[in-house]
């Protein structure tokens, strides 16, 4: 089993920054790809952004691309979500997911049901 927790969340101005981390422990980390999620209230929990055990193969949603970066440091069992240019439509409750290797592909890596593990999310509130 994994035990994911998320943090860095918080309230930031329209065109600000925020950096996420989601810290793994249990299994071994490297084992599993990460997934960003976000759920607004209202909707449901869509896709963010994933990255593979190594870090390769990032995958953005597109409205996303160009503002977020997604990373991760194995050797702190963190993966990280940098934010910036943030808009108020990207206020929501961010969770990451982990999704084991000989699952996570391009084809997969957006979907939320090939995720096992989740962490309890961190609120993100971004102002006008």
């Known amino acids: 089993q994994v035990q994911l927790v998320e943090s860095g969340g918080g309230l930031v101005q329209a065109g600000g920054s925020l950096r996420l981390s989601c810290t793994a422990s249990g299994r071994t980390f490297s084992n599993y790809g990460v997934g960003w999620f976000r759920q607004a209230p209202g909707k449901e929990r869509e896709f963010v952004a994933a990255v593979n055990w190594n870090g390769g193969m990032p995958n953005y949603k597109d409205s996303v691309k160009g503002r977020f970066t997604i990373s991760r440091d194995n050797a702190k069992d963190t993966v990280y979500l940098q934010m910036s240019s943030l808009k108020p439509e990207d206020t929501a409750v961010y969770y990451c997911?982990?999704?084991?290797?000989?699952?996570?592909?391009?084809?997969?890596?957006?979907?939320?049901?090939?995720?096992?593990?989740w962490g309890q999310g961190t609120q993100v509130t971004v102002s006008s």
């Open positions: 997911a982990s999704s084991p290797l000989w699952r996570f592909s391009r084809t997969t890596m957006g979907l939320r049901e090939e995720y096992d593990y």
